[in-house]
């Protein structure tokens, strides 16, 4: 009874964390598109046609950024209740990094990364290829968010026995050793502020390491030697 005590005492913490920490996060992005929309509505005409529009584009960033809070909590939601289903289906792992990596290419070209790849002879394997994709594109894309213009961008696969991985390493701004453990914890985010203007939420990776556990799976983070990140899935 105890034990069982005790971890419902522990569920309940996280779950009032999580409330506090959804309220938090929401509270910002409302106080802004408040008070953007009340100045637009009193300065009526006193403002210039440009400067309405800066403050519309501010109302609009900010719902874009509570829509992605939104979708987030319900991707974790349906993991945690486990009803997110599963489309299995074999499928080559190697065309999966492929098409992962068209769909990134434009953005990483956009901020000046070179992204480059090494992979060759990748086996066919069993999974859901859409939530596995979705994993590969969250690690990278934060390869992307996290190095500054002009970084480098490498992405490697392999297997061993019945073991796929893929890394991707980057010479971005890093994640100090104390922090690492952290990075998967639901809205654990290293730099607020950064993390912010990126338009991340704290939750991407929690959903990544959920997804990729809930398979049998693993990922890790460390350091890339000579600066930077790697993150390592395995499935
Ligand atoms: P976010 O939505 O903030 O990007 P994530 O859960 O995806 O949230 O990542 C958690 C935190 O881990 C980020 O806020 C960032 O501080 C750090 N992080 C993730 N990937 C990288 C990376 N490649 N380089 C440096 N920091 C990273």
Redesign the pocket.
Known sequence: YKRQGQALQRVDGLRREVIANVSHELRTPLTNVRSYAETIREAGDDLSRETENDFLDVVISETDRMTHIVQ?LLTLSRLDSGRSEMNMARFDFGAAIDSVLRSIELEARRHGHELTHDYHDLPMIMGDRGRIEQVML??LS??V???PDGGHIRVTAGSEGETVWME?A?D????PEE?RPR??DR??????M???A???????????ADTVRRRGGSIA?SARAGG??C?TVRL
């Open positions: 987030d969250n690690v934060n390869a968010k996290y190095t991707v980057d971005g701004i890093g994640i922090d990075v998967f809205f654990y985010r290293v730099d607020k950064r993390s912010r990126a338009g991340g939420t704290g939750l991407g990776l929690s959903i990544v983070v930077g990140t993150f």
